[in-house]
């Protein structure tokens, strides 16, 4: 065998080797979206930082349906659910509620809408990952976090899945064809500084909770439920995956 033919051998052996390895560090956590509400909803996903784009922005979920998705080292980014879609075949058109901008989301989802947020760890030691569901921007479907595999520290099940819009106050309510379809936060219904968090009442000593946001709290104890609310509401794991469902209790 010449040197160029032993040579060329090597490489063949060390490609599978180098695609193990990179495979092994590509993903730094795997997200499975879930839906166990009984109607089809459309998942959003908008990532920050510049960093990759999950489902392409967004996907149509049907009843009983599942999605994975791998994130890189380093990910930070939301999830949503869209109810009441319609959508051409260039993916064009809108949402009832969670709208943004199309089947593949340009944006953020409208509230109201119910949000979990994630920031991946980088991939040192010691890193964590830090996740949570937020009602700050409002309810529209239920949503829980629960880490998967092998995950060290506290590992958290964060969600809120008890039925706000069933029990939203009539001056939060969002309504179609005689139905409560989700649930303001007081500080989208008001646009005040004390329900925003804005101006005089910017800081965790001067933003309190309200009745809205304690009523938020009650239902759904482990969801943030206005923008100072880290401390019972921010959840940390190590290593982990994280299965994500829409409509835990499957209403």
Known sequence: MTMASKHSVSLLLLVPLAIFFLGSTVSAAVFTLQNRCTYTVWPG???GNGAAVLGGGGFELAPGGSSKFPAPPGWSGRFWARTGCKFDRSGNGSCLTGDCGGLMCVGGGAPPVTLVEFTIASGGKNDKDFYDVSLVDGYNVGMG??????GNGDCQYAGCVADLNGNCPQEL???SSGAVVACK???EAFD?????????HSTPGTCS???????FKNACPTAYSYAY??????CTCAGSDYLITFCPTGS
């Open 45 to 47: 996903t908008l990532s």
């Open 145 to 150: 976090v629960r880490p998967s595999g092998n």
């Open 173 to 175: 309510q969002v309504m």
């Open 185 to 187: 936060s007081a500080c």
């Open 192 to 200: 005040t500084p004390e329900f925003c968090c804005t101006g005089d």
């Open 209 to 215: 909770p309200t009745q809205y946001s304690e009523m």
């Open 229 to 234: 609310d880290d401390a019972s509401s921010t």
